[in-house]
């Protein structure tokens, strides 16, 4: 081997080593994120409700997400995101509730590159209604598999109220996908309230 080579090999070891630094640093970041997302610090914000009726005078949210996430196949099956399991976190001035569903395969196909959701994935539907006052609330929503926070600040009125999260998927560029897809994993949330 000559010193050259050997000069490249240190090079490359030293770039990777840098770049896993990098990568496990941000992933540190995040991950204090989400523990301070998934640690309730209050309980008297918002209850899990049932039935709306009972909650007069209150802000009832419907809260609803349907995300597709990758799959694979392997021995003639198509297999599920299982560790960890693919769950969403919502923090509501401080109290907080995760969101967990059962996948169903769904298959979209042909793979359209103006359809994010295209394709053979796992779609997951969360969904859950909450009650709580009226007004500006603080809420930060969390998918720790796809290493994403998003914050917001939402204004309330008392009744009935939407907030809709559309994932926004990253892009890819190999064909037949050609833009955004579910396949490259969910880069942020749109949140919109009605």
């Not at 540190?28 to 640690?39: C, H, W």
């Not at 103006?114 to 779609?123: A, E, M, Q, T």
């Amino acid at each position: 081997m000559t010193i050259r080579m050997k000069m490249r090999m240190n090079v490359c070891m030293a770039g990777a080593a840098l770049l896993f630094c990098v990568v496990a640093s941000g992933c540190a970041n995040n991950r204090d994120l989400f523990a301070k997302t998934s640690i309730a610090t209050r309980s008297d914000v918002f209850t899990e409700v049932v039935n709306s009726d009972a909650h007069t005078g209150k802000a009832i949210i419907d809260f609803s997400f349907a995300v597709k996430r990758n799959s694979y196949y392997l021995m003639g099956m198509y297999v599920k995101h299982t560790a960890p399991p693919y769950r969403l976190h919502l923090n509501v001035d401080g109290q907080t509730v995760a969101f967990e569903a059962e996948p169903v395969l769904e298959d979209k196909s042909p793979i359209d590159p103006n359809v994010p959701d295209s394709g053979i994935g796992w779609k997951y539907q969360f969904s859950k209604r909450i009650a709580l006052t009226p007004g500006k609330h603080n809420l930060t929503i969390a998918l720790p598999v796809d290493d994403v926070i998003v914050k917001r600040e939402i204004e309330l009125l008392a009744g009935l109220n939407t907030v809709e999260l559309l994932p926004v998927y990253g892009k890819r560029s190999l064909r037949p996908y050609n833009g955004q897809n579910f396949t490259a994993g969910v880069k942020t949330l749109e949140v919109t309230v009605q």
